[in-house]
């Protein structure tokens, strides 16, 4: 059975004294959509192409790591959600319940 490589993107992860570091995918980009936030010390960067995420930084707030990395992965339709990336309570709950469901059902059926 052959099985094709779908690609993949880069990921690095670092813990330094208390402060997490998580950045995947491009990073940089001057022709993409690029969202920042910057307060206090806390940092995060998203750079989107065709309503897809490409790249993330985050610093010091890296709990949603995971569902960014889904995204990326997945080349997640973000048009209609990328506008709450920046918030702080950013979550699974900006979902729908049906679609919710739908990805934990996916889960438990691996």
Known sequence: ??????????????????????????????????????KDDKYRKFIIRDNKLIGVILVNNVEKAGMFNWMIEKKF??????????????????FDKAFRVLRLDRKLQR
């Open 77 to 94: 339709d973000v048009s209609w959600i990328k506008d709450t990336f920046l918030n702080n309570d950013f979550g699974w709950k900006y």
């Open 1 to 38: 059975h052959e099985v094709k490589f779908g690609g993949g993107f880069a990921m690095n992860s670092i813990e330094i004294g208390k402060v997490g570091f998580i950045s995947m995918g491009l990073i940089e980009s001057d022709t993409d959509e690029v969202l920042e936030y910057k």
